[in-house]
Antibody, heavy 118, light 110 residues
Framework: QVQLVQSGAEVKKPGASVKVSCKAS????????ISWVRQAPGQGLEWMGW????????NYAQKLQGRVTMTTDTSTSTAYMELRSLRSDDTAVYYC???????????WGQGTLVTVSS | QSALTQPPSASGSPGQSVTISCTGT?????????VSWYQQHPGKAPKLMIY???KRPSGVPDRFSGSKSGNTASLTVSGLQAEDEADYYC??????????FGTGTKVTVL
């Protein structure tokens, strides 16, 4: 069965960086894209960007351009999301999701809480 | 890319139906038949309920249905059950590997 397992919770200071991992299993990793979606406390879902696990092509949400980098390691079927210059309003649960423009986001990781606090 | 517009809340009694709207633009909802809907219970990851406007993944009850007209998509939950109480989000493909989510709707079963 398809599973996406994310790394554990992080606490970071303002200005620092965080890197969250998402290990996929149960399907051919390179046949789908991975998107990252975040949800601030009590707020809605925000799409952060997309990466092709096939060739590493990326597309990031405009508001995060320059601060976010998404990568994949096909040898371990793992996707990564790094967010730099963290601010307090980056505090959120970060999800990875398998994505296809037809199917949408059909499988999700369990979420990783990133807390930014001094 | 602006979020798609959903009503903040919707409610219905058990057995009744509730419909949630999702309004975008011709660059997202109106431009593609790639609208999907997600159910999220508190503290849980979202779950895909509808894809490609009106198709249901395996395991999703047929009480959930989707449609689209112009720039507005809709999700209808018929025969409301207590477990349907959750937050619901729409999402649309917006071209060039861009996606956008709706603002979210809290569904309450009275």
């Amino acid at each position: 069965q398809v599973q996406l397992v994310q790394s554990g919770a992080e606490v970071k200071k303002p200005g620092a960086s965080v890197k969250v991992s998402c290990k996929a299993s149960g399907y051919t990793f390179t046949s789908y894209g991975i998107s990252w979606v975040r949800q601030a406390p009590g707020q809605g879902l925000e799409w952060m960007g997309w990466i092709s696990a096939y060739n590493g092509n990326t597309n990031y949400a405009q508001k995060l351009q320059g601060r976010v980098t998404m990568t994949t390691d096909t040898s371990t079927s793992t996707a990564y999301m790094e967010l730099r210059s963290l601010r307090s309003d980056d505090t959120a649960v970060y999800y990875c999701a398998r994505v296809d423009y037809v199917w949408g986001f059909d499988y999700w990781g369990q979420g990783t809480l990133v807390t930014v606090s001094s | 890319q602006s979020a798609l517009t959903q009503p903040p809340s919707a409610s219905g009694s058990p057995g009744q139906s509730v419909t949630i709207s999702c309004t975008g633009t011709s660059s997202d909802v109106g431009g593609y038949n790639y609208v999907s809907w997600y159910q999220q219970h508190p503290g849980k990851a979202p779950k895909l309920m509808i894809y490609e406007v009106s198709k249901r993944p395996s395991g999703v009850p047929d009480r959930f249905s989707g449609s689209k007209s112009g720039n507005t998509a809709s999700l209808t939950v018929s025969g409301l059950q207590a477990e349907d109480e959750a937050d619901y989000y729409c999402s649309s493909y917006a071209g060039s590997n861009n996606f956008v989510f709706g603002t979210g709707t809290k569904v309450t079963v009275l």
